[in-house]
């Protein structure tokens, strides 16, 4: 209603994220991501406003160099003219459950931009490489008008390939020393690459790194499509401008994948959110019935299958 509190305060959230004002912005994706009730009404508030962006994800191993990529890579598309939004992804403080702000401070000579916004979220333990609150906070950033998107994943590994689901072009870096043999290299989250980036490509091994991407790209030759193979240092800065001329060749060709497959994205990201809905509500029923059929789970009286689908049908009941 006209006088209620909560959405007086989240038009005035919606608004500044419209005008592209940093500190509207950074406090709407703190209201976002803590889940507030404030969060969902500017979820709701910008939706007509979404899908101009491009989004890019930087995943890969830890140590790889892809914070000392993503700041390269904000420098060169700002200097042609681009707006860049960054949402670095990092390992959740044991002490405090907030994020270890690692990537942000390897940014932080673009912070000040005034067309660039940097926002580390903590991983919060979550599997996958992101944050549940990353597809929200890139859709704010979508509405406050930036044209480019970076996400920068944890760097956990094979399990990043979550990476997919919202990235319209998706980078993968591998640091050389793979290991000698070429399955070293993670396979997961080289299906889900557009781009191969042989990051501190002034080692040794780096040679040799790029021979091993190579072979296993051949042995994969039935697939559609062969992600390009790009080799950057930033000790002596090569390979930027080819990685971005390769980024943007992706992106005209391809498309903006969050269009042309928005239906299957839709339906991933809503099992998802239903499955996190599903996991606190069931977590949090105060339910005699939900007890009694844990009981009979624990005396093996009732199949899993089963008891997880009455389960279900109690939280849908509010336990009844």
Partial sequence: MAGDPLKLRSDEFVAGVL??????????????????????????GIHTHLGRAQVLGITGSPGAGKSTLVSELIGEFTRRGK???????DP????????????????????LAERVFIRSLASRGHLGGLSRAVFKVVDVLDAAGFELIIVETVGAGQSEVEIAEIADTRVVVCPPGLGDDVQAI????????????????????????????RFMLSVKSNAPR????????????????????????????????RGTGSRERMRRLFAQEAGNLLRERLTALESAALDELCDAAARGEIGH???????????????S
Avoid: W
């Avoid at 993670?186 to 790029?210: C, N, W």
């Avoid at 299958?305 to 336990?319: C, F, P, Y």
């Fill in 226 to 257: 062969q992600p390009a193979i790009v080799r950057v240092s930033s000790v002596n800065g090569t390979g930027i401008t080819e990685l971005a001329d390769a980024i943007f060749a992706m992106t005209h060709s391809a498309g903006n994948r």
């Fill in 92 to 111: 959740s403080s044991p002490f405090s459950g907030g994020a270890i702000l690692g990537d942000r401070i390897r940014m932080e000579r673009h912070s």
């Fill in 305 to 319: 299958e089963a008891a997880v689908s009455n389960a279900i049908r109690l939280v849908m009941n509010d336990g």
């Fill in 19 to 44: 005008r592209g004002d940093h500190r509207s912005i950074a406090r709407a994706i703190s209201a976002v991501e803590n889940e507030t009730g404030t969060g969902r009404a500017i979820m709701q």
């Fill in 83 to 89: 707006s860049v939004g960054v949402v670095a992804v």
């Fill in 186 to 213: 993670k396979a997961g989250i080289l299906e889900i690459a557009d781009i191969l980036v042989v990051s501190k490509a002034d080692l040794p091994l780096a040679d040799k790194t790029e021979l091993d991407l």
